[in-house]
């Protein structure tokens, strides 16, 4: 359990401090453009809270979780971009089969993105599950 939990934080960290500097960054100079009216004017916490409180859950399960079993940070880090690139799929090729208006580019940077990030996350949750658990 404490595993879990580590492997939790750990993944939380990695994730929300990459992720805080990649929207803060690219918001303006890049999504605004790319969506227009899409995006909302203002942020709204309540379903970010709980996007990451899932992700996060995903990344564990599916992530570290294995890795940790195995003993190996490599597992963690391609089950990582795995994940990451299904969910970002997901989210960005739905978008683009029911939208008027969703750019390829949108999508194409999403998944990248999606990878990288996911990969760092659960990368991040087997280290601190390995570092602090045991």
Known sequence: MFRFIFAY???AFGML?????W???????FYRPQLGVLLADDFRPAPAIAF????LFGVVYFACAPALQNGDWRKATLNGAVFGLV???TY???NQATLNH??????IVDLCWGV?????AASAGYAAARRFAG
């Open 9 to 11: 934080a750990g993944a």
């Open 17 to 21: 401090a990459l992720d805080v500097i």
């Open 23 to 29: 929207l803060t960054s690219m918001a303006e100079s």
């Open 52 to 55: 990451y409180a899932l992700y």
């Open 87 to 89: 969910a970002y799929a």
């Open 92 to 94: 960005d090729l739905t």
């Open 102 to 107: 969703w750019p390829v580019l949108v999508t």
């Open 116 to 120: 990288f990030l996911t990969a760092t």
